[in-house]
DNA sequence: AGCCTGACTCGGA
DNA sequence: CTCCGAGCCAGGC
C-alpha cells in the first residue's frame, strides 16, 4: 500500500471528469510534496486500468513532451471530450479546469 | 559505484 | 515572456 506508484494512482483517481491537475499537485495529494517528476516517472509506467492520466497537465498548463508525440495527441483528445478547452498554444485553462488545492504553506 | 536520461517544478536573472 | 540552475527519483548501462 505503501507503494509510492499506488499513491500517485490513487491521487489521480481523485481529479474529477472535466478538471486536470499538475504534476505538483498530484504528488501533493499523493503525500510527496516536491516529487512531481516522480509522478511523471509513474504515469509512464502505466499499462492501462482505470486511472485518468490524462488529466495531469504540467504547471504551465499543457500537455507534457512526449518520447511518443502520439499521446500528446491522444491526451487533447480526451480532454476536449471531456470538455476541456486548449488555447492556441495547446494550454488549458487553470483557472478554469484545475483543480483547486489547498496551497501548501511556503516555507523559504 | 558513477553517469545519463526523463510525462517535473520553482525561484531568480 | 524566456533561460538557468538546483532539487527530485527510478532505471539502464
Known sequence: ?????????????RI????????????ELAG?????????????????GDVPWHRVVNARGCVSARSDPTFEELQRRLLRREGVALDRAGRVALSRHGV???RRARLA
Open 100 to 102: 483547486r488545492l489547498r
Open 32 to 48: 510527496l510534496p516536491g516529487r512531481a517528476r516522480q509522478v511523471g516517472y509513474a504515469l509512464a509506467a502505466l499499462r492501462e
Open 1 to 13: 500500500v505503501t507503494g509510492a506508484y499506488e499513491r500517485i494512482y490513487e491521487a489521480v483517481r
Open 16 to 27: 474529477p471528469r472535466g478538471r486536470v491537475a499538475t504534476y505538483g499537485q498530484v504528488a
